[in-house]
Every structure is written in C-alpha cells, then in structure tokens.
C-alpha cells in the first residue's frame, strides 16, 4: 500500500500534472479569498463552499490516470503478480490524491492566517468546513478511481467522474425535476385527476434520492455544528466505491484474457 | 520446482488452454513453444498470478498459487510480453519502486540493485528516464524488474520480440548467465531462440501440450526424416544413381544444372548422418562437392509438423 | 460442449457470484447502517461546537416548550422543498433551528416541508376556512387548527448603515427563534385579547399590524363605521389608522366614551393626497378630551441630518428620551408626510400630554401650496396622552403619520423587522394589559469584518498579487523545470 502510495503521490509532482492542479486550485482559491477579501469581510466557509465546486474539475484531472493509464501501459500486471494486496493498491492510490488536495489546500491555511493577521474571525464553522471539504473530496476521489478502474480510457474516465461529481451536485434539483416529471406522468395517465397518494409517493421519492446527497448533509458543518453521521455517511460511501473498484480489479482475474 | 496439472483457462466458450500438464525442474530452462495465440502468455499468466483459472492446479515450489498467492509471487519474477515499465520513472526510481513493492528490505536493497543493475548491465542509464531508453534497454529494465525480490523462479514472455539482432543476442546472452542461478521460463515462438539457451521444450498448441522434449530427442526426431542439398562438378546421372544406392535415400530431385554444375536435393528416412557417406560416394565418383547443405536440419519443421498434426 | 463447459466453469461462476453478492453486501450494509445512523443516533452525535450556538435551541426556549401543556401539538409546515443548500440564504438560521426544536419538545413540535406548488391541497388541510393567505416559502404554524404565518424575513435583522452604504443586505441578528417562539406562544395561549380596528373610512390596509398584534398574542377584528356604531366591551386596544374620511360625530361620541372607560386609542394619519385637506374636526374632538390636535398641514424639516429627501418631506424622527424605551437599538425611525401633532388647550389639568416623536429644530409647517410659519421650529409628529390620578386611565398615542402602521410604506422597509414596525410594536405593547409575548432574546450573527485600520488598499493589491499571481506562477514555473528537466534525463 505504502510503496503504490509513494508511487503515485512522487508522480503527480514528476510530471507537470500536480503543479497544474495546484497552480489552478491557487488561482480559484485565491480569487474566492480576495474577492472577500475588497469587501473588508471574510467567512473562510464560503470560501470553502465555494472551492467545493470545482471538485467537478480538479477531482477527473487527477483521478483519470489511476487506473485506465496502468491499463494502458501494461503496468497493472505488477500489482497482480507483486506480494500486496489489490486492496493495498486501490488505498494507496486514493490516499495519493487525498494527500494531493491536502497540499493544494495549503493555500486555504495561507488564506486562514491571513484572515487572522487581518483581524478576522475563523471561527469553528471555518474548520468544520475544512473538515466536510476533505470528506467529500474523499468521496469524490473514490468515484474518480471506480471510473478509472471502470474505463480503459483517460479521457473517458475523466468525462464519467465529471458526470456523477455533477449528477450528485445537482442531486436535489434533479430529484424535483425527476418528481414533478412523474407528477405530470401520473397527472396525464389518471386523465387530469391529481392523486394524493401518488404524489405522496413521488415525494417520498424524492425525499429518498435527496437522502443521499451529501451536501446537504454536511451542511450545518460551516455553521459550526458536528454532525457525525454525515461523516460517517461520506466515509461509508468513500469505502463502499473503494471496494467496488477493488472487486472489478479482482475480477480481471478471471474475466480477462 | 513448477508443477502444473491439467490446467484449463476458458473464456466464455473459447477454450485458451485446454488440460496442459507439464513439470519445470530447478535449475533448468525451459522453452515454451506455440504459435501466437497457442494459450502461452494465458499459461504464464497463470502461473505468475496474474489470471485465475477453470480447472486444474499450479504449484509453484509445492504451494498452490491460488491458495498462497503471497508466497508463490515472491518466488516468481515476472517480464510479461508488455514490460510493465512506468515511462515518467528514471530506471533507479522504478527499480526502487518495485523494491516497495516487492517488499525488499531497505538494508538489502542498495546492494541488490547494484547488483542487479551490474547483471543486466544497464548501470550506465540508471538515472535517465526509462521514456528515452531504446527498446533493448527497455527490455533490460524489464528483466531487471523481474529480478528485484531475488526470485528463484523467472517467467519471460517472448524476451526478444521486437528487438533488433544486435539486442536479441545481447538478450539471449543475459538469459544464458541468469540460467545459472535460476529457474526460467521463457516463451517464444521463434525456435532459434530456444535452440540456443533451453534444456527442454515445451511445445503447445491450440491449448494443448503439443509436445514436450529435450533438444536431443527433438534433435533424434528431426534426423529421422530429412534432406541435404548438394552441389557439385561432373555427370549428373551417374551421380543420381549412386546415391540412390546410399541405403536410407528415397529420393534424389535435380534442383538445377547448368552445364557441369548441378544441384541435387536428396530426401532421406534414416535416423543416420548420411552425410559422410554421400562424401565417400563422391569421391568414388570423382566429381568434386562444391556445396553441401543439411536441409530441415531446424526443429523449425519438426514444430511445423507437431503443431500441424495436432 | 456445453455441458463440458458448464461444469467446468464452476470456479468462474462461484467467483462471479462471490463478486456480485459481496458488493451487494457492502452497498446493502452500507446504507442500513447509515440510515439506522441517521434514524436514531443522529442527535447524539451531532455536536455545536459554534460560539453563538445559531441553531441550538436557547435555554429560554427550551423552558417555554418545557412549560407548554404536554398534549399540544404544533405542525411546522415550510410551504417549500427542503432546499439542500441552505448557506447563505435566510433558511440557514431556520431550517437547523426548527430541526433541533423538533429533538428538544418531546414531541410536542413537528416540522414537515411541502411545496404549495405541487402540493396545494396543504392549503386546505391546514386551513379549511380560507382565513389565511399562504405565499410560497413562508412557514406555517398549525395549531388547534389555527395558523400563524413565518416568513423568512421574519427570523432575522439586517444592518440598516451596510445596506444603506453597499446596498447588500447584512445579517446581524437571528430572530428565527423569537419568531418561533412567539407564533407558537400565539397559538397556544387560550386568552386572546382584541384589538379593533376603525373601518369603513376610506383606510389603508394594515396586515403588518395584525401580523405585530398577533405575535403579541392579540386578535385583530375590524369595526365599521355605522348609524349604530359602539365599542365592544372586549375592545383592548383601538386602532384608527390612516383614514381619509373624518369620523362622524355619532363614531366620535362612541369613541369619546370608550375613552372615558378607560380605552386605549392609537391614532395614525398622515397627510396624503386624499385626506390633505380634510382637517379631521371629529377626530380632533375626541382628541381634545386628551388634550391633542392633529394639524391639516404637513411637516418640512429644513436640517440636513434629519432630510432623506430634497425636499424635507421625508426625514428621521427623533424618539423623545422619555420614550426612548420604544426603540431598544441604535436604528431611527423615519417618516414622510407627516401632520404635526401638537398638544390642544384643554385646561383640563389632571391630562398629562407628552411628545413622543419629534422632528429637528429646523422645521417649518405647510401645505403642499404655501409655507404656514415663518420661523423654524421643533415639532412633534407623535404624542402622548393619558390621565394622571385615576385607576385604569384612558391612554392615547396619536401620530401624524401612517408610516409606522402603513403596508405600503413598511413592506417597502423591511416589514415587521423594519425600526418603524418595531417602534410600533412597543407603543402596543405599552398599551397592553396583559403581556403575552415570550422573552427570548435574539442571537448575535458571527461577525467577519476584518480590521479595518489594518486592511488598506495597498495591503489588499500586496496580497491579491501574492495570492494569485506569485503563488500560482511559483508552480507554474517549477512544472516547466521539473518537466524539462526530466523531459531531457
């Protein structure tokens, strides 16, 4: 596990990758901070909720390569013919990533101190909303490498992270546009007569798929309230994703020719 | 050292290896023989951990490989068709890598990649990027990977595809002085190449043992039943009729004659070197040999028949 | 063949099988586990760790739910999808709140969310009669199939200078508890008190003083003008509000003695279009058994501090010291057109008049044609009145103004939160006998204002360069390195 995780974490600071994914996370990082910053008052968790939106494009970029690129290059065949554990292999390619945007969010920690230099406040709500970042950013690692593992192509992959880390973004809106398509549905097929059962049905839906968004659940973190089933929430999904790639990766040993 | 049972590997309905069973002793090297899509990268695969399989058993060293994958992978080192080299890694940091992840100890590990830099001889690019290697170094690299962790066993598939003849000799030579301390596997469907390093052949095809020898008897097999070629200076036909009477001759062809020269092709089922009586028949005769060639004198066509009769 | 296979294949079909079942297993366990989570231990395990504690019930709340009947049962309905989101919108000091209401009262208090849109046969579950207007992303409480209305704006203050200066809205007080707290001690309290409302005067509306009667736990019922016009005995407080018709004298003998049982009367009129030369001569009436006049003219401030217009028809209004307990922060008050109020001369000595509201020194009086004095003058745009010396006095608050009570005028200036609604709301409530309202105080919002001496504009164009342009080019400029460095090994 450790040696993938070496592996990995040296590649993104190899090859210009790594230094582009910072370089990047600076920038939007930077402009939240100062943009707050001109208007002489600054919330770190807004900024952080901000920077939550660009998982879309920061998490694809470094997960792509994970797995489709070992495919690629035939370099796979070493973790299933070397002493260590598939398992070992998914961890240690996931905690590369982690530790990654642990680096890049040295950048927040700068913005942090300077809020305090300034005379600021960062409150627990602002480390709360540290917190809930890595969780998601956790989770959202996870999907990354279920698609890389999932797709033999880089850019594919990419293209996959992108959809779900999107899909699940806009969980809540999707849900209610899902239920009022249903409604209608129900409304046409019951010739206009709305029925109260069914809508309660569609509601329920709909409260189910919202269930699942983990936005929402970790959304009192930047006001300062723990909630620690959110965390083990996005924990248990993070692991859930990760053993799902562990087991396609098992698989290749008995699918593939 | 590797015993392998009745090994059967389907894929839906195809069948890639179909009941091969075939024993590897320690020390020896041995040839793995077949035609492109025979079933032998399936079967190192296999054997190295990297598939799983329908029926039938591995043991490597006495350990089944699927039920101590841990152990019978750190006795194995392995160079697949592909070499599973990293492109954005100088030749010491992958080496290294493997290290890792072959759980070398860090105490060992300076002194055996020293040595195993040395063996493969590729000291002189350890620090440059394996992207900008030739393909030789390359293959080298990937040997090299196979050899971190001190493996008794190794497992080359097809090591000289692709390289040029310069680099094959090269290669072939590395293989020769790794067989004095290791078990290796190396498949190939290029018979030279297993001529000149194997002790034993293993010929399979279409996912089944074709045959399995050493060189001598394959040697036998193909003296039994073959041709020589000669060229010479004087009369033909007193030529074709004395050596039809060479006891083993079947048939004598003329293949070209241009006024005193001729070249007669002469087919032969004798499990005899006829070749020192064809000389002595010359000689009687007077007519001077300018050329003489043992044709099919290859395990080239003892391959092509196995494999076309099975 | 294919029989050979399939008995072959077994290892790979039990791999197959061990693959599928284990992932449905982790996904299974993984969801029943958190929903179990979520279900029963989510309030252990949540924490609040912030300092204002925003969303944490206050101990004072927790005590007036504590204190409610065991058997009362308020429905919560948000007349809206539980937005995912809630950050940065008015919903972020509700939504948590009301959850962590629903864990402390014992059941007592139930939250739901519907959307009216799609759902609006919520209207008439919860009010069958059709007595409430329900709008779409408000709160409804229900109790004793009776509602009271939240709206958002409701639960929280802004900082009227921010606004004023940056036009943003800056929150700085979260009343969502207060607000809560009062709807449901509104719905739970079986003694109602009345208030009345003159009608049938050509009158403006006056739902914001409704919604401020009723967080004070008292009813709002119109009373027409009629040839057979009286007071009802329950009537606890009067009100004439912006009328554009004076009363006749019948209204105005009814309301004289109502006074004179010991009433209690809130008079607002402005100087508008309609009612601008109307002099109002039985409203005065009534109003000089207590000793004020209401003037037929409209005030104009002349001092710069005080103008919110050029033409000093609109200004702020100073709360006299002796009623600076009607507006406990530092906001002002403010009106426009507004009729001066002066004390009358009535001799009658045991009438205590005082000034409640005045203007600047620097104000003259007119109609809209021509100035009516010369000299600059204070004068009052709110008066007081009662009587000293006697048990259950009459008391009077009259205003030459409509902006205090007006809908138009106060939906335009943050409704019930506004300082005019808030001012008002004290008068009432010194008006008041009995008092219903649930003291529980509002919570300050985290402050992220930096210091201002240390942020200047060099400081910010400094940091703005180092953040996003050194930082960033510092990585740029290592990948070229390291990219042609290794390009070339």
């Known amino acids: 596990m450790f040696a993938v995780f070496k592996r990995e974490f040296q590649s993104f600071f190899r090859n210009p990758t790594g230094y582009v994914a910072l370089a990047l996370f600076s920038v939007l990082s930077g402009f939240t901070f100062v943009m707050q910053l001109s208007s002489a008052e600054v919330n770190i968790s807004s900024e952080i909720s901000t920077l939550r939106s660009f998982f879309l494009i920061l998490i694809p970029i470094i997960t792509m390569g994970f797995f489709a690129e070992d495919k690629k290059r035939g370099t796979e065949i070493l973790y299933y013919t070397s002493p260590v554990s598939l398992w070992g292999v998914v961890i240690g390619k996931f905690l590369a990533a982690l530790s990654l945007f642990g680096v890049m969010f040295i950048n927040v920690f700068i913005h942090m101190f300077i809020t305090g230099f300034l005379g600021g406040v960062v409150d627990i709500g602002s480390w709360g909303s540290v917190i809930v970042y890595f969780f998601l950013a956790a989770l959202f690692i996870s999907i990354g490498i279920l698609a890389s593992s999932i797709v033999n192509d880089q850019l594919l992959a990419a293209c996959f992270t992108f959809v779900i880390i999107l899909l699940i973004q806009l969980t809540n809106t999707i849900s209610s546009l899902a239920t009022a398509a249903l409604v209608s549905l129900l409304a046409v097929s019951n010739n206009g007569a709305s029925n109260d059962k069914l809508l309660n049905i569609c509601t329920k839906i709909s409260d189910a798929i919202c269930w699942f968004d983990p936005f929402s659940k970790t959304t009192n973190f930047r006001s300062g309230i723990f909630s620690l089933t959110a965390l083990i929430f996005c924990l248990s999904a993070t692991f859930v994703f990760l053993f799902l790639t562990y087991r396609n990766l098992e698989k290749k040993r008995w699918t593939q020719k | 050292m590797i015993e392998i049972n009745n090994l059967v590997k389907h894929y839906g309905d195809t069948k890639a290896v179909n009941g091969i069973s075939f024993n590897v002793n320690k020390g020896e090297v041995l040839g793995f023989l077949g035609p492109n899509g025979a079933g032998k990268s399936t079967t190192m695969n296999i054997i190295a951990g990297y598939l799983s399989f329908t029926s039938g058993s591995v043991k490597v060293n006495g350990h089944d490989v699927l039920e101590e994958p841990e152990l019978t992978k750190k006795s194995i080192g392995y160079l697949p068709e592909l070499p599973p080299l990293y492109l954005d890694m100088t030749v010491i940091e992958y080496l290294t890598f493997i290290c890792d992840l072959k759980k070398v100890p860090k105490a060992d590990r300076k002194e055996q990649l020293a040595r195993i830099l040395a063996m493969v001889k590729i000291s002189n690019v350890s620090d440059r990027l394996i992207a900008n290697l030739s393909k030789g170094y390359k293959q080298r690299v990937g040997i090299a990977q196979a050899l971190v962790g001190d493996p008794e066993i190794l497992i080359l598939d097809e090591p000289t595809v692709g390289l040029d003849p310069n680099q094959i000799i090269e290669i072939r030579k590395l293989i020769k002085s790794l067989a004095k301390n290791h078990t290796i596997i190396i498949s190939s469907h290029i018979l030279t190449e297993v001529q000149s390093v194997c002790d034993r052949v293993v010929i399979i095809n279409k996912g089944k043992v074709a045959a399995v020898s050493n060189l001598k008897d394959l040697s036998a097999n193909v003296f039994k039943n073959y041709k020589i070629l000669i060229t010479f200076k004087g009369n033909l036909k007193a030529v074709s009729d004395g050596l039809m009477n060479i006891p083993g001759v079947t048939n004598v062809e003329v293949k070209n004659s241009d006024g005193d020269i001729s070249e007669l092709e002469i087919s032969v089922d004798s499990e005899n070197d006829i070749r020192s009586q064809v000389f002595y028949e010359m000689v009687r005769l007077n007519c001077p040999i300018l050329e003489l060639k043992s044709l099919g004198s290859s395990l080239e066509d003892v391959f092509i028949s196995i494999t076309k009769n099975s | ?489």
């Not at chain 3, 919604?211 to 019922?221: A, G, K, N, P």
């Not at chain 3, 507006?327 to 403010?334: E, G, Q, W």
């Open chain 3, 1 to 489: 063949m294919s029989k050979n296979s399939k008995k072959t294949d077994s290892r790979f079909k039990s791999l197959k099988t061990f693959s599928t079942v284990s992932c449905i297993i982790v996904i299974a366990i993984a969801i029943i586990f958190n929903v179990l989570l979520d279900q029963v231990l989510a309030p252990y395990l949540t924490f609040d760790l912030s300092a204002t504690k925003q969303n944490s019930i206050t101990p004072e709340f927790k005590e007036f739910v504590d204190g409610l009947p065991s058997d009362t049962k308020v429905r919560i309905v948000g007349l809206f999808e539980r937005p995912d989101d809630i950050s940065g919108s008015a919903m972020q000091y509700v939504i948590p709140m009301l959850d962590n209401l629903v864990k402390e009262s014992d059941g007592k208090i139930s939250v739901e969310y519907v959307d009216i849109e799609k759902n609006p046969a919520i209207v008439t579950e919860l009010d069958p009669e059709g007595l409430v207007n329900f709008e779409a992303n408000t709160f409804v409480l229900n109790c004793n199939s009776k509602n009271f209305v939240v709206t958002p704006a409701m639960c929280f203050m802004i900082d009227e200078y921010y606004l004023a200066q940056y036009n943003q809205i800056k929150v700085i007080e979260n009343m969502a508890q207060v607000t809560f707290a009062n709807a449901i001690a509104n719905l739970t309290n079986p003694n109602h008190a009345k208030a009345y409302f003159l009608s049938g005067l050509n009158e403006d509306s006056h739902e914001y003083v409704d919604v401020i009667l009723s967080s004070l736990c008292v009813d709002s019922v119109n009373l027409p003008v009629s040839d057979s016009f009286t007071v009802p005995d329950d009537c606890e407080i009067l009100f004439i509000l912006g009328i554009n018709q004076d009363l006749s004298e019948k209204v105005a003998f009814e309301i004289k003695e109502y006074l004179q049982r010991g009433g209690k009367l809130f008079v607002a009129v402005s100087y508008t279009q309609d009612n601008a030369y109307i002099d109002f001569k039985n409203l005065n009436d009534v109003l000089h058994d207590m000793n004020i006049n209401i003037d037929p003219y409209v005030i104009c401030e002349n001092d710069t501090s005080y103008m919110l217009d050029g033409m000093g028809l609109e200004s702020y209004l100073d709360v006299t010291s002796e009623y600076s307990s009607l507006l406990t922060d530092n906001s002002r008050v403010r009106a426009s057109y507004m009729r001066p109020v002066r004390e009358y001369d009535n001799p009658k000595t045991y009438i205590n008049v005082a000034p409640v509201l005045q203007t600047s020194p620097n104000c003259v009086v007119g109609t809209e044609r021509e100035q009516i004095t010369a000299n600059f003058t204070q004068l009052n745009a709110g008066m007081y009145a009662t009587y000293t010396g006697m048990e259950n006095p009459p008391e009077v608050y009259v205003f030459g103004t409509n902006d205090f009570t007006n809908d138009a005028w106060l939906s335009q200036n943050g409704g019930v939160t506004d300082p005019n609604a808030r001012f008002t709301k004290e008068v009432i409530k010194s008006l008041l006998n009995v008092d219903n309202t649930v003291n529980i105080s509002s919570q300050p919002i985290a402050n992220y204002s930096l210091n201002s001496g240390k942020v200047t504009a060099n400081s910010i164009v400094v940091i703005t360069f180092f953040l996003i342009v050194i930082i960033p080019l510092a990585f740029i400029v290592i990948a070229a390195f390291v990219y042609n460095k290794r390009k070339n090994l």
